[in-house]
């Protein structure tokens, strides 16, 4: 018989714990989302996001693989699965990752530019690459502990369809579309996970590297933002960053600028 | 511009190569084959067959996730899922490795035993786990031409249906499900497979670390019979192999056996 361990918090401590996590330290909180939400972004500032939150989004399903390839229990396979399906979507439909492309294209950005990467800055290769890391390195109850900030993103991508909508022009339901599926893709990640997790901490050792696991993730989302605002807010762009003016649709170039562009 | 190898072999010389490799390689020419689709292996020599190819299957899914863990191609990934879609199957369907333990009861295994892993040789362990090692590890060429063995996967699996239905009891349509399922499976993974390796390896480097990766995977193959062959033809069983009468259903025990278990 396995002893419990008496020093462990309760299922409820432990999950109230988690929440104040999030309370504390989700990236609802940093200055560029309310400066986003709140329509005082440029043009540009929400561009220099959709190119970074790119990198982001294109390394989740990565992250999902190197977990999958993780997972001797075919059923947890089978259930993990469908976070690809979301994100990737099928050869045809696309999915999460081609609705994000479809906001680059919204807010005037070539979505081939997008896709590929160039101007993604460095800090924000370096705060996701570490996350994936994370996923493929850490015992596996780390790994989804460190995915729960979902329990906190269904309120941010609310907070951010009524604030595009409200105050800038691209924001439509079409350019939108992402936020929206996340807003009912999110929670049933959440419910397994969180389940997973409760069930799996069964020590206070374990508490605490989950508990560690999702400070590690609100640190990597909080990066990328603080990234962002010393970039495009402060104007202090580190080299290789994406530029104003790069990787535009014709259709957002203006006109003088584009006649100009377009002798030899 | 990108000058051409011109050591190289042409696309052609290169496929004729890597045919060739399954014509002197693969294991359809283990003795342990011949012996299992000829009808001559005893019913234990085919549950230890079931019991150690199991690990393979099961590590499948692991390893085509590991695969897709690195594809920074998001229609890559969407290209590739379809194989852990193909082995895992969903929550309630299951697929190939579900059919797999279909084939376990079939030869009156327990499939929970089977599933357990126990009783897997340690030899089985050591193959299989470098083969996802390799594609987790080697250059993405190397990963997806050590997965070639399916170009030869059918003409066995063809075999083996004929061999088994022609000398076994327990084989019917349902037991040999998983074969069955392969045979429209793997010349889809194949098309793919293939012409991705005669596209990437364009150079005399290339190709023959991509044959080398072939040459490696026939090895994980053969390796997995040579030790069927040694422990259960041979009777040279290492520790904590399956033993004859371990994970059996119930109704695979004969009955003084059942009988004299129930004794207290």
Redesign the interface.
């Known amino acids: 018989m396995k002893l419990a361990d008496h020093r462990a918090q309760t299922r409820a401590e432990f999950h109230e714990r988690l929440k104040r996590i999030g309370a504390e330290r989700y990236h609802d909180r940093h200055p560029f989302h309310k400066r986003l939400h709140g329509g005082q972004c440029s043009p540009d500032e929400v561009r220099a996001w959709v190119v970074n939150r790119w990198h982001y989004q294109?390394r989740i399903?990565?992250?999902d693989?190197?977990f999958?390839?993780?997972?001797?229990d075919?059923?947890l396979?089978?259930?993990w699965?469908h976070r690809?399906?979301d994100h990737?979507?099928?050869?045809d439909a696309?999915g999460g990752?081609?609705r994000w492309l479809a906001l680059a294209r919204a807010v005037g950005l070539d979505p081939d530019y997008v896709?590929s990467?160039a101007g993604v800055m460095p800090a924000t290769r370096f705060a996701v690459d570490a996350y994936?890391r994370f996923v493929?390195d850490m015992p596996l109850l780390d790994a989804v502990a460190a995915s729960l900030t979902e329990m906190f993103a269904p309120k941010i991508h609310a907070e951010r369809i009524e604030g595009l909508l409200k105050h800038y022009d691209f924001a439509d339901d079409a350019s939108l579309a992402y936020f929206r599926n996340r807003l009912t893709e999110a929670p049933k990640d959440v419910e397994f996970g969180l389940t997973y997790v409760l069930d799996h901490a069964d020590t206070l050792e374990k508490q605490d590297a989950a508990a560690a696991a999702l400070v590690f993730k609100t640190d990597v989302l909080w990066a990328q933002l603080d990234a962002l605002w010393h970039g495009y807010v402060e104007g202090r762009l580190p080299p290789g960053a994406w530029r104003p003016g790069e990787g535009l649709l014709d259709s957002a170039i203006p006109e003088p600028a584009r006649d100009a562009a377009a002798v030899p």
């Open positions: 294109s399903p990565m992250k693989a190197a999958l390839s993780r997972l001797e075919p059923q396979r089978r259930i699965r690809i399906e990737d979507g099928g050869v696309g990752i081609r896709a990467g994936v493929r």
